[in-house]
């Protein structure tokens, strides 16, 4: 009789804590989803931040729109527009580019004469690139930045501050 006593008893079972685990991950990663979607404005409640004027950040840059600081001793170079076919994979079948280049105004001829050259080494660039490349979404700014670093190794360093996109079209 003993021996059926000890069968029907059972050891007290143990309780996994893999559900807890699992939810205080989950609130954590929420948390920080929450956070990071009132912060950076996806979500249209919130407070706004304050600067030290205890002025909204809204109001700031509307201000500072309102009032652009002078551009000083700055030229503006035209670089001539550039057409480049784009290859067979393409979605569209050319790239019409058009730039100007911001430089001060001491440099200003010195770039001017140098516009061949300039002409050049992006036509190269933008022939070089795939098509992937070119119709990425938000390709221009590290296209943009990659075709200042090629100008600005052609015409020296300080001379050219800026390369403005007037014209990125495919075509």
Do not use: C, W
Not at 33 to 62: H, Q, R, W
């Amino acid at each position: 009789m003993a021996e059926a006593i000890d069968d029907t008893e059972q050891a007290p079972r143990k309780s996994s804590k893999l559900p807890l685990i699992l939810g205080v991950g989950l609130a954590l990663a929420g948390a920080g989803g929450g956070f990071f979607s009132v912060s950076a404005g996806l979500l249209p409640f919130g407070a706004p931040s304050k600067d030290e004027a205890g002025v909204t950040a809204d109001k700031a840059a509307a201000k500072q729109k309102a009032d652009p600081k002078p551009l000083g001793d700055v030229a503006f170079v035209p670089v001539p527009q550039i057409v480049v076919s784009l290859g067979p994979n393409a979605q569209a079948s050319h790239l019409r580019f058009t730039a100007q280049l911001e430089v001060p105004k001491k440099y200003e001829g010195e770039v001017a004469t140098v516009v061949p050259r300039i002409v050049d080494v992006l036509n190269d660039y933008l022939r070089a690139l795939d098509p992937s490349d070119v119709e990425a979404h938000g390709a221009l700014f590290g296209l943009r930045s990659q075709m200042l670093r090629r100008v600005q190794i052609v015409t020296g360093e300080s001379r050219v501050q800026d390369l403005l996109v007037m014209e990125f079209v495919l075509n």
